[in-house]
């Protein structure tokens, strides 16, 4: 039986429509499934939308919609935008479905007859945009301390989670699992603010309807965050313990973005805690955007659009830019000039003039039918050990989510590549019908040393993967066994490359 690799996105809020932002978070998610597969895991990727909630109650009155029509209509401006990318999950849950209305029931249910939901009352300052309580003394200046934004005082019958009583459970999980908050500087974060003291949370609201009735009490609506993490399990159809759920959780990891870190590494786990299932192995905030050296804003009207991006450089240029510019985990600038650069510099020149200068050398002197490699000398040597020593690198990086380290490790061979045609000069060799055995090992060592690379690479550029194997002669299923040196088999059929990345004038 294959091991299974479970991998889940945030499940965007329906009442933004997509940016850059989502776009990467899902990407990421997505380089992951997909090398988890080509390494032979049975993966499952999830991805999704948070359609309860306040926020959405509220847009969707200020477009004279239903919640769910606006829901209906964002969705799939999300979905479209996902097909555009690659993104390759598996499902995709919406939380106004059944299939998560009635798990997100099942587990309150649970945890009340337990004893650690209790009925009591709230009075607190409720900041609407982030869904969030805040307590007198968190506001700064009177506002939200994470928006900035005005905050309102809520009095009400309220739902509460025993939080409190899992705050020692949770730092010894956390200690005893160094690797399940992820990066380091955003563990110790955690940790101090559960040593801060955890209170018992808020889970429900009777202010307003859009979302899932408590069981048993219609007039409180369960809180969008309980309601929203759970579809980590109601996808996998909890509360069906066998199936998917038996087979996939506990999740490998939960990719989020640092802004929603403390409701994955202190809420949900509390809340599987309470509900007797077992805890995620990872989660893993990474890094925020900003556009031109700016917070991305709608009220600044410089919220990048991803679509744009494709439009004009194409899914695997604005694919790799997002993972190859800011190492994953720190906070990251945006800026269409960066983008270009990166365009030009690593896509167009190195890895797309690789490809169409070996692949049009193998159509000048072999007719595009690959001969077979003589003896390796020590050049080519050094190039076939620079790919495989790639592939064990890229391995430990993407496991480590280095996803920036994993291309940079690629590109070294790219580089290599380059390097490795000026020096052995094919050109030069192919001038005396002597040196033809010596040619055609060059353009083997050259052309295999390619391949595997567009085979890892199958993993981060997809579409480009693809046109180079098939440029390459090279049309078999991608499996860690393409990663192996001695693939291209004589006789394979290279056939000159377009352009992969035409240079972008600016
Ligand atoms: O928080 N830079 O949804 P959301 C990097 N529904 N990543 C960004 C980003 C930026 N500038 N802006 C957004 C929610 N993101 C909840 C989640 S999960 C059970 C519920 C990405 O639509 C990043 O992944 O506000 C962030 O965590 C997520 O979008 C927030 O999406």
Redesign the pocket.
């Known amino acids: 039986m294959k091991p299974t690799f479970y991998v889940t996105?945030?499940?965007?809020?329906v009442n933004?429509v997509p940016?850059?932002?989502?776009a990467?978070?899902t990407v990421a998610g997505d380089v992951l499934a997909r090398y988890k597969r080509l390494m032979g895991y049975d993966v499952y990727f999830l991805t999704g939308s948070?359609e309860h909630g306040q926020k959405v109650e509220k847009a969707a009155t200020t477009a004279g919609e239903t919640p769910l029509e606006l829901a209906d209509r964002v969705v799939k401006r999300f979905q479209a935008l996902w097909g555009r990318l690659g993104i390759s999950h598996n499902d995709f849950i919406r939380t106004t479905q059944e299939r998560h209305k009635n798990g997100v029931s099942r587990i309150f249910e649970n945890i009340l007859e337990k004893g650690d939901i209790y009925l009591g009352e709230y009075e607190d300052w409720y900041c609407t945009p982030c869904e969030t309580f805040w307590t007198e003394t968190q506001l700064i200046e009177g506002r939200c301390p994470d928006c900035n934004r005005p905050v309102e005082k809520l009095k009400e019958e309220s739902y509460f989670f025993r939080m409190s009583k899992y705050q020692g459970e949770l730092l010894s999980y956390i200690e005893a699992n160094p690797d399940f908050i992820q990066p380091k500087s955003k563990r110790n974060e955690i940790i101090s603010f559960i040593n801060e003291g955890l209170r018992d949370l808020s889970v429900s609201r009777t202010t307003f309807s859009w979302g899932i009735p408590v069981p048993g009490n219609n007039r409180h609506i369960i809180y969008v965050?309980f309601d929203?993490?759970t579809?980590?399990i109601t996808a996998l159809g909890y509360p069906d313990e066998t199936g998917n759920y038996g087979r996939y959780w506990p999740v490998d990891v939960h990719?989020?973005?640092?802004?929603?870190l403390r409701?994955?590494a202190v809420y949900w786990p509390t809340f599987l805690m309470a509900a007797g299932l077992p805890l995620p192995k990872k989660v893993f905030a990474?890094?925020?955007?900003?556009v031109e050296g700016q917070k991305?804003s709608k009220s600044l009207m410089n919220v990048v659009e991803p679509n744009m991006l494709i439009d004009k450089y194409g899914v695997d240029a604005v694919r790799y830019f997002l993972l190859r510019e800011v190492p994953f985990g720190l906070d990251g600038d945006f800026s269409h000039s960066a983008l270009v650069q990166r365009i030009n510099s690593d896509l167009a020149n190195d890895i797309g003039n690789l490809l169409s200068r070996s692949t049009a050398m193998a159509v000048k002197y072999f007719n595009g039918i690959l001969p077979s490699a003589g003896l390796l000398t020590e050049t080519d040597h050094s190039l076939r050990h620079k790919t495989e020593a790639m592939v064990t690198i890229v391995d430990k990086f993407v496991d480590e989510l280095a996803f920036s380290k994993a291309l940079q490790a690629i590109w070294e061979v790219i580089s290599a590549g380059n390097k490795y045609i000026d020096d052995m000069a094919p050109w030069t060799l192919a001038k005396d019908p002597a040196n033809s055995g010596r040619l055609a090992t060059v353009m083997y060592t050259l052309l295999e040393s390619q391949r595997i690379t567009h085979c890892i690479l199958s993993a981060f550029l997809p579409a480009t993967a693809a046109k180079a194997l098939s440029s390459l002669g090279w049309n078999e299923t991608l499996t860690k066994e393409g990663l192996v040196w001695g693939g291209l088999k004589d006789g394979a059929k290279i056939t000159k490359a377009e352009a992969l990345f035409p240079r972008i004038e600016e």
């Open positions: 996105t945030p499940i965007y809020y933004d940016h850059i932002g989502h990467y978070t948070d965050w929203a993490l579809n980590y990719l989020i973005g640092k802004d929603i409701f994955h990474h890094g925020w955007w900003t991305m």
